[in-house]
T-cell receptor, first 110, second 116 residues
Framework: EDQVTQSPEALRLQEGESSSLNCSYT??????LFWYRQDPGKGPEFLFT???AGEEKEKERLKATLTKKESFLHITAPKPEDSATYLC???????????FGKGTSLLVTP | GAVVSQHPSRVICKSGTSVKIECRSL??????MFWYRQFPKQSLMLMAT?????????EQGVEKDKFLINHASLTLSTLTVTSAHPEDSSFYIC????????????FGEGSRLTVL
C-alpha cells in the first residue's frame, strides 16, 4: 500500500536551532512528493514539490530534498513564526488527489 | 499562488439539519476539486473528488447520500452535509488544482462545522 510516514510527530526547537523533518515513502510510481505547512484552524499552504531523487528546493529558511526512499525538510535558524504543522503528501498512481502523512508539529520558542 | 475561497469559515447547527459549504477558485478554473475532512490532531483525509459537470467520486467509507457534492461550474463546488449529527463535527477543507498548472493543490481556509 502506498503511504508516507512522517517523523517526528512533534518537534520543539529553540529559535536559531536548525533541524530536519523526515518523510519516508513507499509509493509505486511517485508522481511528486509535496510539502505543505498548516497553521491551526487554517487550510494547508503549499511549500514545495519534488519529482525525482536528488532534487532540492529552497524557500527562505526551508529546504526540501528527495532521495529514493525519503524526503527531508530542513529548517535553518528557525524563528517562532515557523511554528506550524508540516505535512508531506503524494499523488497515487490511481488518482489525482493528494494523500497526506500525519504531519510533524513544530514549535519554535524564542 | 492561486486562491481558493471557502464559505462559511465556521458554522454551528442543530442535529438533523443540513449545512452547505461553498468552495470557489477565485482566479483560475478548476475542472477538479477535492474535499477533505480533518479531525482534531489528525491529518487530512480525502472524502471525495468533485468533477465539473459529472458525479463526484467518493472514497471508501464516505456516505455519498450524506455528503452531497455538486460541481456546477469551473469555479464552484459545494458540499452539503445532510441531516448532520454530532459525529459529523469536523474541519472540512476543499482544494483545487489549476488546470495546466504544475500539479500542486491549492487549499481553501477550511470550514469548521459544529453539530449540537
Amino acid at each position: 500500500e502506498d503511504q508516507v510516514t512522517q517523523s517526528p510527530e512533534a518537534l520543539r526547537l529553540q529559535e536559531g536551532e536548525s533541524s530536519s523533518l523526515n518523510c519516508s515513502y513507499t509509493v509505486s510510481g511517485l508522481r511528486g512528493l509535496f510539502w505543505y505547512r498548516q497553521d491551526p484552524g487554517k487550510g494547508p499552504e503549499f511549500l514545495f514539490t519534488l519529482y525525482s531523487a536528488g532534487e532540492e528546493k529552497e524557500k527562505e529558511r526551508l529546504k526540501a530534498t528527495l532521495t529514493k526512499k525519503e524526503s527531508f525538510l530542513h529548517i535553518t535558524a528557525p524563528k517562532p513564526e515557523d511554528s506550524a504543522t508540516y505535512l508531506c503528501a503524494f499523488v497515487p498512481n490511481s488518482g489525482y488527489a493528494l494523500n497526506f502523512g500525519k504531519g510533524t508539529s513544530l514549535l519554535v520558542t524564542p | 499562488g492561486a486562491v481558493v475561497s471557502q464559505h462559511p469559515s465556521r458554522v454551528i447547527c442543530k442535529s438533523g439539519t443540513s449545512v452547505k459549504i461553498e468552495c470557489r477558485s477565485l482566479d483560475f478554473q478548476a475542472t477538479t476539486m477535492f474535499w477533505y475532512r480533518q479531525f482534531p490532531k489528525q491529518s487530512l483525509m480525502l472524502m471525495a473528488t468533485s468533477n465539473e459537470g459529472s458525479k463526484a467520486t467518493y472514497e471508501q467509507g464516505v456516505e455519498k447520500d450524506k455528503f452531497l457534492i455538486n460541481h456546477a461550474s469551473l469555479t464552484l463546488s459545494t458540499l452539503t452535509v445532510t441531516s448532520a449529527h454530532p459525529e459529523d463535527s469536523s474541519f472540512y477543507i476543499c482544494s483545487a488544482r489549476q488546470s495546466g498548472g504544475t500539479g500542486e493543490l491549492f487549499f481553501g481556509e477550511g470550514s469548521r462545522l459544529t453539530v449540537l
